[in-house]
């Protein structure tokens, strides 16, 4: 395939010469003469582990070329991939002005190119940029539309400086964000053969994905340091700490606990998170992350409360009420939380939760629920049913199948339903259903 790269820095040169060595003919474009001299005699424009040697070889296949001239590159190949900077602006935002300005070039040269063309975005990007402001520009100054005269694509780069060829030779997995299928066949061509799953989606979810994953990272290290911080102050030795936390494939490293849904509560998360800042404090050790986690978790409680309040529905029905679905436990829940506000607020509230029988409840979980809705009893029914013929407004806090499929009878065509957890078809539901974060 002929394909030119725009942006020669870590991520464009190391495309460049893996895809020259994969047989492909490539041009590589930059703003930086001095980044296309070195290329010309097949040195690399980067210091990473095998790029010396791999230039080098390139340079003798043929295979790759250099130029400045952009509109001799988009019409010499049949894909373009982006991979210019998108460095921080002084206020934190992302500065777009180097993609912006080649959007431009790019499309007054293709106003000169009767083919269409691929132009596949590899610069990380703020989500929206693609569709909102890149192919606009392309649209206006090529005179053409997308999807027919040409096609875009969000394609994230997962490489790591220090090990980019073994990582583009091995990706964690081959994202496409495309609206058509043009970009998915020609980029299936060209990085199907690599290990990993190859995943067609949206252009913006590609996006953002490329977000969630190095703050994600950054979450991690983070993680990492304060708990070796916290160790430190201890005594403990943090790498076994770490070893052994890594070593949990069922919670830790995981998809457990990494889906959207209501906040955290129950008898150990909130009551073990608070003694570790406290300990923290008695070694004079800062864990700034650690102690952004409870607040974080309250915003989470708050947002659900104002889905409620701003429906304007007075009797409210909560469906659940112990901290997460199958226990009985209502230490910390969430649930008791939001259920506290209605009430503060003189709402009208009723609750079912098939696991929560007042007679039943015993010791600690007890006091607390009597301590924070002293009148429970008065408003807990056995039968889901009541409660939703007693509400206008259902706060969904259980997202077991049984519940939805108990409910979907019920449910009148004037209730707002609040899901905090994303429960199962959701859509078969009647009323006007309001997600929290879906
Ligand atoms: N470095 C990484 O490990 C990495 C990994 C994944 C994603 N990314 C993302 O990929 C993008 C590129 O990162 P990088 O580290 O390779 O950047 P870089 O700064 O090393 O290289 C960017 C290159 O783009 C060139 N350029 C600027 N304007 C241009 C124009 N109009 N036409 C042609 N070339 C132009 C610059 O001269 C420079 O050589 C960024 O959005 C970055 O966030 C980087």
């Not at 008898?267 to 409870?294: E, F, N, Q, W, Y």
Request: aromatic share 6%; proline share 4%; glycine share 10%.
């Amino acid at each position: 395939m002929n394909i030119s790269i725009f942006g020669l820095g870590y991520v464009g040169a190391v495309s460049l010469a893996c895809l020259a060595r994969d047989g492909h003919d490539v041009i590589g474009i930059d703003v930086d003469l001095a980044k296309l001299a070195l290329i010309r005699e097949g040195r690399t424009p980067i210091v990473e582990e095998g790029m010396v040697e791999l230039m080098r070889d390139v340079a003798v296949s043929g295979r790759a070329s250099v130029t400045d001239n952009v509109q001799a590159a988009v019409l010499g190949s049949e894909i373009s991939m982006i991979c210019v900077g998108t460095p921080s602006a002084a206020n934190g935002s992302q500065d777009q002005s180097a993609l912006v300005r080649l959007a431009h070039d790019l499309g007054r040269s293709l106003r000169e190119k009767s083919a269409s063309h691929v132009f596949v975005f590899r610069s990380t990007m703020v989500p929206g940029t693609v569709e909102d402001v890149l192919t606009p520009i392309i649209e206006r100054e090529s005179g053409k539309t997308n999807g027919v005269g040409f096609h875009v694509a969000f394609q994230p780069e997962f490489l790591r400086e220090g090990s980019s060829i073994r990582d583009y030779d091995k990706p964690p997995f081959t994202i496409v964000g495309a609206a058509t299928e043009a970009p998915v066949a020609a980029l299936r061509g060209l990085f199907g053969h690599l290990p990993g799953d190859f995943v067609q989606t949206s252009i913006r979810t590609a996006e953002m994905l490329k977000y969630s994953c190095n703050n994600f990272h950054a979450l991690k290290i983070t993680f990492a340091n304060e708990t070796a911080r916290l160790c430190q102050g201890l005594g403990v030795d943090p790498f076994e700490v770490m070893d052994l936390l890594s070593r949990d494939r069922q919670l830790n490293i995981s998809p457990a606990y990494l889906k959207p849904g209501f906040a955290y509560g129950g008898s150990c998360l909130p009551k073990d998170l608070r003694a570790t800042i406290h300990l923290a404090k008695m070694c004079d050790v800062d864990l700034p992350m650690h102690g952004a986690i409870a607040a974080s978790n309250r915003v989470h409680v708050d947002h659900a409360i104002a889905k409620v309040m701003e429906s304007g529905k007075r009797r409210i029905g909560m469906v659940g009420l112990s901290f997460k679905t199958g226990t009985d436990d209502l230490r910390e829940s969430p649930l008791v939380q939001v259920t506290e506000h209605f009430i503060g607020k003189g709402l009208d509230v009723l609750v079912y939760d098939p696991e929560v029988h007042l007679s039943k409840l015993l010791g600690a979980n007890r006091r607390f629920i009597e301590q924070h809705v002293p009148h429970i009893g008065s408003l807990l029914r056995q039968e889901l049913a009541d409660v939703v013929s007693g509400s206008d407004a259902l706060v969904l806090g259980l997202n077991d199948r049984m519940t939805v499929d108990l409910l979907r009878p019920l449910v009148r065509d004037d209730h707002v339903i609040v899901d905090l957890v994303g429960v199962p078809e959701r859509e078969s539901l009647r009323g006007r259903y309001v997600g929290l974060c879906w």
